[in-house]
């Protein structure tokens, strides 16, 4: 299935995660990196998820889950086993909330992402072999990121500038040109 890749706001979304071992692991520290509104609902965790949910003071659960868990939920990830996962999938698409299966085939995936300064750049490869995307994400250089703040002010300065659409296109050109040959 062809998916749209989209930056998704989670600011003031309710966000669960049903999972304590590795992929659950995962997703966790995507969520904490990105502030999330999140809790945590499994049966068991390792070690190593009940200790970052415990060290953020994350809201978790030790518990099955169940169907009233994803009331007033706007997204949830599945990040247990195959069968509790299809079962979450299914109690979610019953209530319109967003399921991200651990093995891809859900509402949405998270790709792998590097971000630097005000850039971000996503790389999936469908679930086909996703370590493929985070070395390619890993050998990616974004310093440009550090300056699009600079470019960002310079672009909305020719915007306020120049009325005419095509001398807007062409001062915007040359600043992209000019920025590039000296970096």
Known sequence: MVKLPIYLSLEHKKIL????GNAALIKIKTLLELKADFMVIAKTFTEQTEQLLQKYAIVYQKKEIEQQDLQGMFLVFAAAQKNINDTIAEWAGKQNILCCKADGSGDFM???YKRQGNLTVA??????FPLLGRKFCENMDLSIGNDLEYLGEQRRQILQNFTDRQQR?????????EYYHEN
């Open 123 to 128: 790389v999936s490869t469908d679930g086909l």
């Open 110 to 112: 998270v790709p792998f």
């Open 17 to 20: 995660v049903v999972g304590g």
């Open 169 to 177: 296109k062409i001062a915007l050109q040359q600043l992209l040109e």
